[in-house]
């Protein structure tokens, strides 16, 4: 549901007209009246999120534990002094008993709280303890912009420990003070066990909280859901969550390891049709994510985040218009080869020429030159872009187009975020080093995972010419334990003034791996 804070014919609302309006426009603070006991009165059960702020305004989600409505406060101080109440919407059993709105017409760069309670549809003098949040809206003007990103959280068995200080990477990059979060995927692991215990090399014992549905690969809704209900129990996550937007895509473990139409599932599974999971894996998806879904296309993932005259970000799904995960060799373009799709495509070519803002981040669940083998044992099928050496083939075409697009249109100032692979590193991709050379230089960096096994690094393609900078990866033994501190997470800065980027890869403890500067082309 989206809810509009009347503008009455302004474009612009500054902090003073949007507090001062608030008599105007009839909304008044909420008068809420409680039960004696907490658990007479509905809850939030796993926090409150925002996500895909603009300049002027975002969406807000939380959870509670019955049919309810989820009220929500939204104010410019952290006081709620002058609360503005907005209209309730319903949190019913058929979304989990989730509820997200946008809250539109807010002041750009801004910080907004916001307060959810939850009301019980069958007694509505019963209101729940309200849970506080807050996000800043993306400026208007050349202020500095701050960002987080990376993915995979509780892959390869490696779930909530408490005696390992839980999800900690989440706390590192909370420190930062962040304007959002770009989650790049793997957001959980549907097809990943979590075992109470897991023994390490070491000898020790890595203790896992567990839930009941995380004992098997996930199948039917609810188990989706749990999946990500599963992520939100961590102390670390919900308060990352309540300070901190989040700008989210989908890979593979949304929904099954290296999943496409072509995917033949292991015996774990009793559901056999890939396309039956991939569409509850995607409701649940949606539902559990403050993102702004679209109206032409429910369910849709790719989008263009606006974050003021500095950045746009250009979310892309790597998984929904895909073809079978085959050896993908093909010299022309069908579909056999999609990846990203004719259709996305376009809409990335119209995006990236429209922007007007200095850099363009686009964001890749999948690196573009790591190989990434549907079937790794064996080194068979092709996951991900890359084929291997030489000329563009299969799935290369479409970023053999978009880079082609990219130079002769004159867009400048593209940088490709990316993760999946679980290790960080650094990629600068130079076209006289390239079997396919019609593009301008452009870096690509990776990082992650958040919180899940470490691997690689992965071999590299040289089809587009990338040069490693930076790499930290565990090489000879893999899925290392997040306890043995090789969790990334990548950092960007980029200063108002100059316009100038700065990333930075850093591990869980907050170390400063490796770091590079770029200077904007101007024109």
Partial sequence: MTVKIPRKGFRGLSRRRFLSTAAATGFTTLAMPYLSRAADRPMVTHGVQSGDVGTDGGVVWSRTDRPAQMMVEVDTVESFANARALPPIAALPETDYTAKMLIENLPAGQDIFYRVRFRDLSHTDVVGEPVVGRFRTAPADRRDVSFVW?????????????????????????????????????????????????????????????????????????????????????????????????????????????????????????????????????????????????????????????YGPLLDVFMLDERSYRGGNGPNLQTSYGPDAYFIGPDQLAWLKRALLNSRATWKVIASDMPLSLIVYDDGANRKGSEAFAQGDGPPRGRELEIADILRFIKTAGITNTVWLTADVHYTAAHYYNPDKAQFQEFEPFWEFVSGPFHAGTFGPNELDNTFGPEVKFVKAPGEKQNLPPSDGMQFFGHVQIEGKTGRMTVTLRDRADTALWSTTLDPKLG
Avoid: C
């Avoid at 909370?174 to 995927?185: A, T, Y």
């Avoid at 692991?189 to 090399?201: F, N, R, T, W």
């Avoid at 300070?243 to 009793?270: A, M």
């Fill in 150 to 306: 990376g993915g995979d959280v509780a892959g390869q068995g490696w779930g909530i420990n408490p005696d390992d200080g839980g999800m900690v990477t989440y706390a590192a990059m909370h420190k930062h003070r962040p304007d959002f979060l770009l989650h790049s995927g793997d957001t959980i692991y549907a097809d990943g066990v979590i075992a109470p215990e897991v023994k390490l090399a070491d000898g020790k014992i890595w203790k896992n909280m567990t839930i009941p549905e995380k004992a098997k690969v996930a199948e039917t809704l609810d188990e989706y859901r749990a999946a990500h209900k599963y992520n939100l129990l961590d102390n670390n996550v919900r308060a990352f969550n309540a300070d901190v937007p989040i700008f989210v895509q989908w890979d593979d473990h949304e929904v099954t390891n290296n999943w496409s139409i072509s995917k033949h599932l292991p015996d774990t599974y009793k559901v056999r049709d890939i396309t039956l999971l991939a569409a509850r894996a995607s409701r649940a998806f949606h539902e559990m994510y403050p993102m702004r879904e679209s109206i032409v296309e429910p369910g849709r993932v790719y989008r263009t985040l606006n």
